[in-house]
């Protein structure tokens, strides 16, 4: 059973950084992918970034490209989102979400793709 558990939310100012951890435990499928996905109040959850098994391949949304990076440790049991210059806009809740399968990268960006979730973790970006 796969868990994950994200930390590293908080409030942050505009141009800040702030660097998001997902906790991964429970792989055992070589092929894997772990999303970041956010939702602000009143919005559908959208894709944010992605990096999947065993190549490393990842992939963003265009408005956090440059911006964001994802990546993960050498055990592959936790995964970083390293968010810099962040704006108001992406003041959301975070969301860390596991497939224990290869997907292609529009399949990566859709949220019914993956199967289990993390309990979430706030962002909030302040002017």
């Known amino acids: 059973q796969v868990q994950l558990v994200e930390a590293g939310g908080g409030l942050v100012q505009a141009g800040g950084s702030l660097r998001l951890s997902c906790a991964v435990s429970?792989?055992?499928?070589?092929?894997?992918?772990v999303g970041w996905f956010r939702q602000a109040p009143g919005k559908e959850r959208e894709f944010v970034a992605a990096?999947?098994?065993?190549?490393?391949?990842?992939y963003y949304e265009d408005s956090v490209k440059g911006r964001f990076t994802i990546y993960r440790d050498s055990s592959g049991n936790m995964v970083y989102l390293q968010m810099t210059s962040l704006k108001i806009e992406d003041t959301a809740d975070y969301y860390c979400?596991?497939?224990?399968?290869?997907?292609?990268?529009?399949?990566?960006?859709?949220?019914?793709?993956?199967?289990?979730w993390g309990q979430g973790t706030q962002v909030t970006v302040s002017s």
């Open positions: 429970g792989r055992t499928s070589s092929s894997f992918i």
């Open positions: 979400a596991a497939e224990p399968r290869l997907l292609s990268a529009a399949q990566a960006m859709g949220p019914e793709e993956y199967g289990y």
């Open positions: 990096i999947r098994w065993p190549d490393g391949r990842t």
